[in-house]
């Protein structure tokens, strides 16, 4: 039975990380388990930056993005010396252990604490769903949704001038956002760092397009790739003149970060939120909590180190299918 436990979030925000929050102190209020918010990542241990977390702190912030907590990058948390101290002042704090909520970098700040000896769980927050073990991070959903009506947006105007859209989305070394969001917004190309593009291939399949009369298309492409631009650069050079289309470029950025958590991400954050504490209190530590063909599962955190998972075999096959252009997987 634990007492006092702490609660961080750490690196990039991802939107569902407050109705984590929210349901981590709800049922730690259910087990008579005291929840220390601690404020501006793992940088907030250093400042000494804690504050209580009760029912009226979470009440009203299931809605909102971001996180109530605040987050930042703390490049000294990498040094083991650093993780030694955290630990030192947690102690004094009389926290007994700490949920860590964040992407990958962050679960390896976790998997550090765990080494020398604090009591941690992770939770994978992140919209890049970069992170194995688990179908889904907690943000990735509410951030597709972003996406694909920030798509949409731009098909209009893109359907009114006859013009080809280069739209960049984020993700990091990972394609899941540009490939999922290329899917569901109806766009011709998935240009994605797990694979390898052919620009003449490219090329044909929208000059194919616009011979069919279709007067625009999309091609998204992932920020682990190149930028939107080069990529641009790119094909306008080799196309000369047989793309016969005007091209322009958005790039989505950070706004991709700050949609209000969808259903799917209010649900998901909810339950891990929830299962987190449970197992908590009953003794389990080390792990990140994860979701696998819909029910909750445990990670040794020491395991996630190096690994990214794999893109959905479905999805690629979908993608090819409904006429998409991907290329090939890079190793082959
Ligand atoms: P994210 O958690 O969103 O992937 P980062 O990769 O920037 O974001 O990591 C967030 C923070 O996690 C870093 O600023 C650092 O404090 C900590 N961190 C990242 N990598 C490690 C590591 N290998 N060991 C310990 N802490 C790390
Ligand atoms: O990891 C989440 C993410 O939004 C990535 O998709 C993106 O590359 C990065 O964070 C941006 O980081 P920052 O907010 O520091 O610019």
Redesign the pocket.
Known sequence: MLKRIGIVT?????PGMNPAIRAIVRTGISLGVEVVGIQN???GIFDKEFMPLGSVEVSGRIRDAGTILS?????????AAA?IEAIEILKKENVQGLLVL????????????SRHGLRVLGLP??I?N?IPDTELCIGTDTCLNTVIHLIDMVKATAASHNRCFIIEVMG?KQGYLALMSAIASGSQVAVIPEFRYDLDKIIDNLTRRRLRRHNNSVVVVAEGVCSGQDFMNRLISTAGTRLEQEVRLTVLGHVQRGGSPSFADRYLASRMGEYAMLAFNQGEHGSMVGVVRNRMNMTDLQTL?GRRPPLPADAIRLARNLGMEIGVPSET
């Open positions: 750490s690196g990039g925000d991802s990542g793992y940088q987050t930042s990058r703390c490049p000294k948390f990498k040094e993780q964040g992407g990958d970098g962050s679960l390896a700040g976790a998997a550090a604490l927050c992140s890049d970069d990091r180190t």
